[in-house]
């Protein structure tokens, strides 16, 4: 079993709402990454978290807010965003020592509209 | 940061073969992976090479020299629903598992 779910699938808020993306993986992982996606680019990481703990913030402004209850979740909290944020929000997730067997798995993702 | 160069697009034709190249800057480099995307879905895991040479899964294979900063994904018995976006990928060194990915490679498999 290589999935990794996310909810909702998709979301629309106005710039001065809050709102969570939730993402869930039962695979035993214990690294956990978001990624934001636009149109027709690449994923860029955003955030990786390895063992419950933030490992990597690529400068991401503050009105992200990432948050790993347990192994299993991974939330990301938004407030005050801008019509720019607008984008696929992706979830992976993988095991944590090199090699083959940290390959990352992806969630299908949520599709974010800030208005 | 990292370049890493992929074609923009390629079209193929249903049944043929096709080879998408990628190529990467080899300081830092530790380990080149390959993902498939759909149009609007999350990208799936392909393949991986961190030593030179061939990879064959199924009719996918890929290709790794390290030496020259570069990769190939190769397509066999091209099928209309390999037509996606082939995301190429390189792992830097530094032990937190992150992931540089190319822009994509658009593949259109006409009949």
């Known amino acids: 079993d290589t999935e990794v779910t996310q909810t909702p699938k998709h979301l629309v808020m106005g710039m001065t709402n809050k709102k969570s993306l939730k993402c869930e993986q039962h695979m035993g992982h214990r690294a956990m990454y978001w990624y934001k996606q636009k149109a027709k680019k690449p994923p860029e990481l955003m955030f990786v978290y390895s063992y419950e703990k933030l490992s990597i913030n690529e400068s991401v402004p503050s009105r992200f807010s990432p948050e790993c209850p347990n192994s299993s979740l991974l939330n990301l909290h938004l407030h005050a965003l801008q019509p720019e944020d607008s984008a696929l929000y992706l979830c992976?997730?993988?095991?944590?020592?090199?090699?083959?067997?940290?390959?990352?798995?992806f969630g299908p993702g949520t599709r974010l509209t800030v208005l | 940061g990292q370049n890493i160069d992929q074609p923009t697009e390629m079209t193929a034709t249903e049944g043929a073969i096709v080879q998408i190249n990628c190529t990467y800057q080899?300081?830092?480099?530790?380990?080149l992976f390959w993902y498939q995307q759909h149009a609007g879905e999350a990208p799936t895991f392909l393949s991986y090479?961190?030593?030179?040479g061939l990879e064959e899964k199924g009719r996918f294979s890929s290709f790794l020299s390290r030496s020259k900063g570069y990769s190939y994904l190769l397509l066999k018995e091209l099928q209309m629903k390999d037509s996606a976006s082939y995301l190429c990928?390189?792992?830097?060194?530094?032990?937190?598992?992150?992931?540089?990915f190319g822009a994509g490679t658009r593949l259109a498999v006409h009949p």
């Open positions: 990928a390189q792992r830097q060194s530094g032990g937190y598992n992150k992931l540089i």
């Open positions: 992976a997730s993988s095991q944590v020592q090199a090699g083959r067997t940290d390959t990352q798995y």
């Open positions: 080899t300081s830092g480099f530790n380990g």
């Open positions: 090479n961190v030593l030179d």
